[in-house]
């Protein structure tokens, strides 16, 4: 069985378990012999208008988008020696719609493939990772980004998927290209973004770049026109202040998907080590470390699965653990720089309009009405989203459980509460909109010291 796999960046093909290609989504539209890949990639740039990106993401919504889909899986095949028609499970973003699948069925039959099954990719890849009873799963592509959150067991299960058109891969080139183009104006006094065929080539060779600097931290940029050489020396920094728009956005979609108090392992694209600064930024705020898949792993794992050629192809979110393959041993586990043992130290006060107030023993309730014989923060009535008994904090055993009782909704560190969630010193609480926030502190300097 094949299995393939896109995330709007990156198509990958695996047969039987074993990982065959991986390349970056991109076909040439005006050939007979049109290029893909890489090499159709390297065009892009200068000839916008012959070279497709987004035909996976506008299956429903572009006629010529199955065409270029079917063009492009036909040229892979072809590099790959495959001649005969073969069956294939696909794993697919959470964001295509049953129109989509329905085009999509079709253009793969176009180009020799007939699916057999469906599957959420983000839901197998957290099934082919680390054993954990919950998951986000984040991808970036090259006009949107998705994080899914996934719950685990001996199945996976998707749940929620949360979407942004403002985290996408081609914006972030375009600010890494801005930013270099900078420094060699500045450096060398030659602007590269003058000629479209030395844009070209240094659009290109960017991921290469900020991937040398991610690891290497600074690296030399150079372009070559009309016979002459510019050099400037970048680094690592450059990048990624460049795109921190890009990264806070990605942040954001990943609080969007957590529900607080729920420890979720945070599985990352292999991609995501090629970004300069987006590691060190995650793992500020990761408690439980990070999970970091290989490329092709949905892949190989949707090549493990087995299709009914009886049945029709539907999409399955729910598939059963699959972490005996080919790849788990390319699978990162990064732990958490911020984990630290105040951590597990208990809440001993809450932080308020620059004040500290003790938290007592008997815990305390937040909201806009006054509480007889209970202690409690009172918020003001004209405060947004604030119900009159918005949320409660109490001590259980040696944890403390803030409870929800609104509306609108509480935060914990940006992911909103379902019912109730533990919480530890460092966290922040909003509860409101636009919101008012409190911070948890703990005084203590050990366990013998908690209340």
């Known amino acids: 069985m094949y299995g393939l796999h896109f995330d709007h960046h990156t198509l990958s093909i695996a047969r039987d378990g074993e990982l065959l290609a991986t390349e970056p989504l991109a076909v040439e539209t005006a050939n007979s012999e049109p290029r893909f890949g890489r090499a159709a990639l390297a065009a892009a740039r200068g000839r916008p208008d012959e070279v ?20 492009e899986v036909h040229g892979h095949l072809r590099a790959l020696s495959v001649t005969e028609r073969i069956e294939a499970v696909v794993a697919v973003p959470a964001d295509l719609d049953a129109a989509a699948l329905t085009v999509l069925r079709g253009a793969l039959s176009a180009a020799g493939i007939d699916t057999r099954d469906f599957i959420d990719a983000a839901t197998i890849t957290a099934a082919a990772v680390v054993d954990r009873s919950h998951y986000v799963v984040l991808d970036a592509g090259w006009r949107s980004a998705t994080a899914t959150r996934v719950s685990g067991g001996a199945e996976c299960i998707f749940e929620e998927a949360f979407v942004s058109e403002r985290a996408n891969l081609l914006d972030v080139y375009d600010l890494w290209l801005i930013a270099v183009a900078g420094a060699l104006v500045k450096n060398t006094r030659f602007d590269p973004l003058l000629s479209l065929d030395v844009e070209q080539r240094l659009f290109a060779d960017l991921p290469a770049l900020a ?48 529900i607080a108090g729920q420890d979720a392992a945070l599985v990352l694209p292999a991609e995501s080590r090629r970004w ?18 290989p490329a092709g792993i949905a892949a190989v794992a949707a090549s493990l699965q087995r299709g009914d050629p009886e049945v029709a192809p539907r999409l399955r979110r729910r598939v059963a653990r699959a972490s005996d393959h080919s790849l788990s041993a390319n699978i990162e586990y990064v732990a958490s720089a911020s984990t630290s043992a105040a951590r597990a130290l208990p809440v001993t006060h809450i932080l308020f309009g620059g004040d500290s107030m003790r938290f007592p023993d008997s815990g305390l309730v937040i909201g806009t ?58 966290d922040r609480v909003r509860v409101g909109t636009p919101g008012v926030e409190f911070t948890l502190i703990s005084a203590a300097t050990s366990l013998r010291d908690a209340p």
């Open 52 to 71: 497709s990106l987004s035909h996976w993401r506008e299956l429903s919504s572009n006629p010529n988008a199955g065409r270029n889909v079917a063009m």
């Open 276 to 293: 300069p600064g987006f590691l060190p930024r995650l793992l500020e705020l990761e408690q439980d470390g990070l999970v970091i898949a």
């Open 369 to 426: 009405e006054e509480v007889d014989n209970e202690p409690h923060i009172k918020l003001p009535r004209a405060a947004a989203g604030v119900s009159r008994r918005h949320c409660s904090l109490r001590r259980e055993g040696e944890r403390t459980v803030l409870v929800d009782h609104s509306r609108y909704g509480t935060w914990v560190n940006g992911a909103r509460v379902r019912e109730r969630a533990a919480v530890r010193p460092g």
């Open 211 to 258: 991937a040398r600097a991610a690891t290497e931290g600074k690296v030399e940029a150079v372009v070559e026109s009309d016979g002459a050489r510019f050099a400037v020396p970048v680094d690592a920094q450059l990048f990624a202040d460049a795109a921190q728009p890009f990264y806070r956005e990605l942040a954001r979609l990943t609080r969007n998907a957590r």
